[in-house]
C-alpha cells in the first residue's frame, strides 16, 4: 500500500479559554436491556450491532385454566440489522408465534418487542397496522400473490395500496437481485412456484422494509427453486443490506443463515452462528436424543 505523502496535521493551539458549556443533557433512550441475564443469544451476538427486531422476557399464552397454552415463555433474543437469521425448532416448539409477535401480527400476552427502536407492544391496532406496512416485509410459505396482476404490479402492489411511490432505482435493484428482469409482465399462473415465491420476496423488499420476516418461504417448493429463492434472501442481505428472519425445519435452508435461533417449548435453547446443512443436523439429532432421555 502507498504511504501518504500528508505530513500529520499539528494538534490546535488553545490560546484562549473554552467557555464553559452547559453540561449537555443525555436523555434516556428506551433501548431495551436484552437479554437481561446473559444468555447464548448474547454471547454470540456482535456487542455493537444494531438491533432490527428485539424480544424481551416475550410470553405468549393461549386459552386459560386447564387449556391454558404457554407457546412463548419469556423469551429474550435480539436479531441484528443486515443478518439473516433461521428460527429452528421441534413442532409446537413457537416458532411461528415468535414471528408472529415480533412481527405485530399477533399481540403478546406479557413481555415486550421492538421492531429497531419501536416497542410495538405498546402500539394500537392502527399504529401497528402502518409499522407493518412501512417498515415489515412478509414472505410466507403460500405465496399470496393476486392472480390478475403481472409480476410488476404484484411487487408495487403494497405501496401502491400505501398510495407510496417506490423507489426506481432501489426497486431495478432488487428485480435484478431476485432475477426477475425477464418476467416482469407475467401472471402468477404464468411462472414457476419458485418464481412465484421471488415475486413474494421482492415484492417484501420493495419498499425498504427495516425487516424481512418469512415463514417456511420454501416449504412448498422443490429442492432446486427453494435453494433460488434462499440464494436470493441471502444476496438480498449480502447485497442489498436487508434483515431477514426465516422460520424453517430445514437444516439445508437454514445453513443459508448467518446465524440459528433454536426453540423448544417455548424457548430459546439454543444457537449457532455461521451454520451448515451438517452442524444444524447434528444439533438437531443431539437435541432430540435429550429430549428422549429426559
Ligand atoms: N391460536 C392458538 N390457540 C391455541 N394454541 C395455539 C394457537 N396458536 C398456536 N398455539 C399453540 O402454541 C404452541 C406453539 O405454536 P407455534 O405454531 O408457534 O409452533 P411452531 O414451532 O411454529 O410449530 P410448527 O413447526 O408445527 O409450525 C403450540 O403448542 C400450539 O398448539
Not at 424481512?212 to 433460488?228: H, K, Q, V, W
Amino acid at each position: 500500500m502507498e504511504q501518504s505523502s500528508q505530513t500529520p496535521r499539528p494538534a490546535p493551539h488553545r490560546t484562549c479559554p473554552r467557555p464553559t458549556r452547559r453540561p449537555r443533557r443525555i436523555r434516556p433512550r428506551p433501548a431495551p436491556e436484552v437479554p437481561v441475564t446473559p444468555s447464548p443469544a448474547a454471547t454470540l451476538s456482535a456487542p455493537h450491532a444494531v438491533a432490527a427486531a428485539t424480544a424481551e422476557r416475550l410470553t405468549k399464552s393461549y386459552g386459560t385454566g386447564e387449556t391454558r397454552v404457554v407457546a412463548l415463555d419469556q423469551v429474550s433474543v435480539r436479531f441484528e440489522a443486515g443478518r439473516f437469521t433461521a428460527i429452528m425448532g421441534p413442532s409446537g416448539s413457537g416458532k411461528s408465534t415468535l414471528m408472529h409477535c415480533l412481527a405485530g401480527l399477533d399481540s403478546a400476552t406479557e413481555g415486550h418487542a421492538w421492531i429497531g427502536d419501536t416497542e410495538i407492544t405498546s402500539l394500537s391496532d392502527k399504529q401497528l397496522t402502518k409499522l407493518r406496512r412501512d417498515r415489515v416485509g412478509f414472505v410466507f410459505q403460500a405465496f399470496n400473490l393476486l392472480p390478475t396482476l403481472t409480476a410488476a404490479e404484484n411487487i408495487t402492489l403494497p405501496m401502491d395500496i400505501a398510495g407510496t411511490k417506490p423507489d426506481a432505482a432501489w426497486l431495478n435493484q432488487v428485480i435484478e437481485t431476485v432475477g426477475l428482469s425477464g418476467r416482469l409482465k407475467h401472471r402468477p399462473n404464468q411462472l414457476s412456484g419458485g418464481q412465484q415465491q421471488r415475486v413474494a420476496v421482492a415484492r417484501a423488499l420493495a419498499s425498504k422494509p427495516a425487516i424481512i420476516f418469512g415463514d417456511e418461504p420454501t416449504g412448498n417448493l422443490d429442492s432446486r427453486a427453494g435453494a433460488e429463492v434462499l440464494q436470493f434472501l441471502r444476496n438480498s442481505v449480502r447485497e442489498l443490506g436487508q434483515t431477514v428472519v426465516m422460520v424453517t425445519h430445514d437444516p439445508m435452508a437454514a445453513a443459508y443463515a448467518d446465524r440459528v435461533v433454536f426453540l423448544a417449548d417455548g424457548r430459546v435453547v439454543d444457537e449457532m452462528a455461521d451454520p451448515t446443512a451438517e452442524r444444524v443436523l447434528d444439533h438437531m439429532r443431539r437435541f432430540e436424543a435429550v429430549g428422549r432421555t429426559s
